[in-house]
Nanobody, 121 residues
Framework: QVQLVESGGGLVQAGGSLRLSCAASRRAFSNYAMGWFRQAPGKEREFVAAISWSGDSTNYADSVKGRFTISRDNAKNTLYLLMNSLKPEDTAVYYC??????????????WGQGTQVTVST
């Protein structure tokens, strides 16, 4: 019933930029905070960024502060993650997630299928 579909992943050179998108169902977009997580091979899934349902509040992991920007477009029911100054360490599968704002950083209720981001040197 709550559907999240990521897109926009790919291969990019270090220092480059990439924008990820997450198409969300109306119900999810209207009633939940949204966030991005990532998981690199052999590592735990980690929080990247989150945004409140209204878009008024955002939160970022220290590793991406100043480089990534999370946003949402209410008219399109779409979540975005603009990634600038990409580093090889950013290589991971990126997942879109939805949850109440108070738990979005740790316990998302819903997940997308993920999109691969690979950053080369």
């Amino acid at each position: 019933q709550v559907q999240l579909v990521e897109s926009g992943g790919g291969l990019v050179q270090a220092g480059g930029s990439l924008r990820l998108s997450c198409a969300a169902s109306r119900r999810a977009f209207s009633n939940y905070a949204m966030g991005w997580f990532r998981q690199a091979p052999g590592k735990e899934r980690e929080f990247v960024a989150a945004i409140s349902w209204s878009g008024d509040s955002t939160n970022y992991a220290d590793s991406v502060k100043g480089r990534f920007t999370i946003s949402r477009d209410n008219a399109k029911n779409t979540l975005y993650l603009l990634m600038n100054s990409l580093k090889p360490e950013d290589t991971a599968v990126y997942y879109c997630a939805a949850a109440a704002w108070v738990v979005i950083t740790h316990s998302p209720a819903y997940w997308g299928q993920g999109t691969q981001v690979t950053v080369s040197t």
